[in-house]
């Protein structure tokens, strides 16, 4: 069932690199906070009122007397043994304005709702429906899985969220019960979802990580979606891939590689494993409009930070991947008693999508309009294109 051992010690090989790497980085993290922290416990509240180290704030070094407070940064009066002299005191309401190199971003609750479907291009088939709901809140960062959904250093925007999700595969004519062995079998899923974003704005960098569990086959209730929606009901759901265990894992690294005033590229690299789908993956986004600087989600920006109300763009984006598995064409690692599934034999290793779209935000709703296309999955299978519609609303 497994479809080239090699390819999953280069996805698992990947995997780790990218954990070692964002080890690092925390590593790093760390030293930095130990770093400053060594260096304020060493400052001496006397050298605070000189002129030279704080120009911008104090004048006069004679105004400092028993009846005056100096107003010193939080940042540099984090450490508890800093101690003042007792003709002097220190309140931390002052110097607010105090220049840092943090930006200053504050994400807002949000839920999303994205639905797929290849009705948008006048077909019916393959990946014909998908559904997906979030929910993103400041209370979910509790649950926390630590270095499986990682951060990047010194990030901007931290947002942590629970998604739903259920699509569902058929093969090119699901209206009969024959089995057509050079077509893609029935199949769905059903999952639950804990996923991680980390935004670095300045650096350009994003890291997105998910961890989700399911069902895959007849419990995933693909079959009754389907029917409920169709006027002819699909007849050949009896054919589909049995009950199976979903459990997977993904991770995506996103680069700003060039940044205009209304013109950006993003590069990517992403990665999944687990029993459904074992793929690694590269491409790039480009998106032209106004628009805030390599965050696509405008309700991930506080509103003191945003700079119009009203942002929109066009975009694109191309992406190949590496498939070593798919368990919605090869069925599931647990169930061999399938009637029909792809033979490993006739599945494309090599994946290509590309997408155009456009966005437009304004205040509390966003919406995104995309069109995907996407190369034949398994030999003999056509090439396919299927609509999105994203809608994104603050809470």
Do not use: C
Not at 28 to 56: G, R
Not at 360 to 375: C, M, R
Request: hydrophobic share 40%; glycine share 6%.
């Amino acid at each position: 069932m497994m479809h080239g051992i090699s390819k999953y010690i280069l996805i698992i090989l990947i995997l780790l690199l990218t954990y070692k790497t964002t080890r690092d980085i925390s590593v790093l993290s760390d030293q930095q906070k130990k770093i400053v922290i060594s260096f304020v416990e060493t400052l001496n509240i006397n050298a605070v009122s000189e002129k030279h180290i704080f120009p911008e704030y104090i004048s006069r070094k004679e105004e400092i007397d028993n009846s005056h407070e100096v107003n010193i940064p939080m940042e540099l009066l984090a450490s508890k043994n800093l101690k003042a002299n007792n003709s002097e005191s220190i309140n931390f309401e002052g110097f607010k304005n105090f220049p840092t190199t943090k930006k200053d971003v504050s994400a807002k609750a949000y839920f999303r709702v994205v639905f797929d479907n290849d009705i948008f291009d006048n077909t019916d088939y393959y990946y014909t429906n998908g559904v997906r709901f979030e929910y993103v809140s400041p209370i979910l960062n509790r649950f926390s899985l630590g270095k499986l959904l990682p951060s990047v250093n010194n990030a901007d925007i931290d947002i942590q969220g629970i998604s739903l999700v259920q699509n569902i595969y058929t093969p090119v004519n699901p209206d009969t019960r024959d089995i057509n062995k050079n077509d893609r079998p029935f199949s769905s899923y059903l999952t639950l979802g804990l996923f991680h974003k980390s935004i670095n704005i300045e650096r350009g960098l994003k890291l997105s990580s998910e961890l989700s569990v399911g069902i895959m086959g007849p419990a995933a209730m693909g079959g009754f979606v389907q029917s409920s929606i169709h006027d002819i009901e699909p007849v050949g759901w009896e054919n589909q891939i049995k009950n199976d265990v979903y459990m997977n894992y993904s991770i995506r690294f996103d680069k700003l590689i060039l940044a205009l005033k209304k013109f950006e590229i993003i590069s990517n690299a992403n990665a999944k494993i687990g029993t459904i789908y074992n793929n690694i993956g590269a491409g790039f986004k480009m998106r032209l409009g106004r628009f805030n600087r390599f965050v696509e989600n405008d309700l991930l920006i506080g509103e003191k930070d945003k700079k119009h109300r009203l942002n929109y763009w066009i975009f694109t984006s191309v992406q190949g991947n590496i498939i070593a598995y798919d368990a919605t064409l090869q069925g599931g690692l647990f169930n061999a008693s399938n009637q029909y599934v792809v033979d490993n034999s006739l599945l494309n290793t090599f994946v290509f999508r590309a997408s155009v779209g456009m966005a437009v935000y304004y205040k509390n709703v966003g919406l995104e309009l995309e069109n995907f296309y996407l190369s034949p999955e398994f030999k003999g299978a056509y090439d396919f294109r299927y609509g999105r519609v994203n809608l994104i609303f603050g809470l």
